[in-house]
């Protein structure tokens, strides 16, 4: 169903392209509505009850889409090493590590997706780190090590979420 929050989502996906110019203008305007419709769909699906199983999964994949392809704009660019960029998508490869902890259970069906609290904050890293990138300014080692201990969080948080433990 393409409601307005949707419809918002689907804008961060264009948005991508932008950094394919080497505009910092440009790139600054994608990010700054990347982050404004990603904050706007959530309110507007929550206030209206627009809240749908499509829009749970569509905002959080624009959300990668958007984050990947400017990595791999950066990292071909060479503003940003391999390293940097696996440790800024860890949380992505925690979820991995989830949604295979719960087709093992055999609860993949039944598992209801929902943003956690330390995804939000990862995507709000993300989004910030992007900035720096562009102004090309890049931060200290230790802030990418905070994605991993941030997706870990993410990792345990949905464990919880799920009422199983990994025991």
């Known amino acids: ?11 961060r996906a264009p948005l991508a392209f932008l950094f394919l110019s080497e505009s910092v203008l440009l790139r600054i305007i994608a990010v700054s509505c990347a982050m404004l419709t990603d904050c706007i769909d959530g309110y507007l699906a929550r206030r209206y009850a627009y809240t749908s199983r499509l829009g749970a999964v569509l905002d959080p994949m624009m959300d990668k889409f958007f984050v990947f392809f400017v990595l791999i704009v950066f990292a071909v660019e060479h503003r940003l090493q391999p390293w940097q960029a696996i440790l800024m998508i860890s949380r992505d490869l925690f979820l991995c590590i989830f949604a295979l902890y719960l087709a093992i259970r055999g609860a993949w069906k039944s598992y ?56």
């Open 1 to 11: 169903m393409l409601n307005p929050p949707n419809s918002l989502s689907l804008l």
């Open 112 to 167: 209801r997706c929902r943003a956690v609290r330390w995804g939000k904050v990862t995507t709000a890293m993300q989004f910030g780190i992007i900035v720096l990138h562009t102004f090309n300014y890049a931060p200290p080692s230790f802030v990418y090590w905070a994605f991993a201990l941030v997706g870990l969080l993410v990792f345990i948080e949905l464990v919880k979420r799920s009422g199983a433990s990994l025991a």
